[in-house]
């Protein structure tokens, strides 16, 4: 069981919006750590796309977006495209863990 | 452009041992904390372990507290996953990346390596 729980899936039509929620508690997300989003392909390894709860890395593009409110964080693709389906990752950190690092256990997105 | 290579992985049995080892450029290695995470086959990603800048603080995850040891050494640009008594359930890639106390988090990722336990 993770700590942060994620949908394990999630799916939409080429052009549409989706999102992906990150569950927490008042340990984790609602203690006000950043909530940081990984996207990973099959076969490759993760990569940091929204970090500090809302910022994109260069190169990331801006049809990504994340927000946090209490114990809960959510990521946003908007004009969703086929090179879109992968699999999302939150990742935060827990006071009841000696504020390690926790993930969620992932969103498998499918493009239609 | 920062760059992390982990090297290592191969089939063991089980109680075995196997040195996982990460080689890092592009930053400055001793600023950064480095982590070990893994990855079993068709799951989630789970933190192993991770080392501060100076070595100073360091984190297990239960599963592996008082098997897995971290290192580092700043004057190489290198961190080690030095893994004793390994089981099954020990299998996974296991990636090094650069945080997570950083404010992009897990800012770079090297490719993984494959630890596979089995007799």
């Known amino acids: 069981q993770s700590v942060l729980t994620q949908p394990p899936s999630v799916s939409g039509a080429p052009g549409q919006r989706v999102t992906i929620s990150c569950t927490g508690s008042s340990s984790n997300i609602g203690a006000h750590f950043d909530v940081h989003w990984y996207q990973q392909f099959p076969g490759a390894a993760p990569k940091l796309l929204i970090y500090?709860?809302?910022n994109r890395p260069s190169g990331v593009p801006d049809r990504f977006s994340a927000s946090k409110s209490g114990t809960s964080a959510s990521l946003a693709i908007t004009g969703l495209q086929a090179e879109d389906e992968a699999v999302y990752y939150c990742?935060?950190?827990?006071?009841?863990?000696?504020?390690?690092?926790?993930f969620g256990g992932g969103t498998k997105l499918t493009v239609l | 452009q920062e760059q992390l290579v982990e090297s290592g992985g191969d089939l063991v049995k089980p109680g075995g041992s196997l040195r996982l080892s990460c080689t890092a450029s592009?930053?400055?290695?001793?600023?950064?904390?480095i982590s070990w995470i893994r990855q079993a086959p068709g799951k989630g990603l789970e933190f192993v372990s991770y080392i501060s800048g100076g070595g100073n603080t360091i984190y297990y995850a239960d599963s592996v507290e008082g098997r897995f040891t971290i290192s580092r050494d700043n004057a190489k640009n290198s961190a080690s996953l030095q893994m004793n008594s390994l089981r099954a359930e020990d299998t996974a890639v296991y990636y090094c990346?650069?945080?997570?106390?950083?404010?992009?988090?897990?800012?770079?990722w090297g490719q993984g390596t494959l630890v596979t336990v089995s007799s």
């Open positions: 592009g930053f400055t290695f001793s600023d950064y904390f």
């Open positions: 990742q935060s950190y827990d006071s009841s863990l000696s504020n390690s690092g926790v």
């Open positions: 500090a709860n809302t």
């Open positions: 990346a650069r945080g997570p106390f950083s404010v992009d988090g897990l800012g770079s």
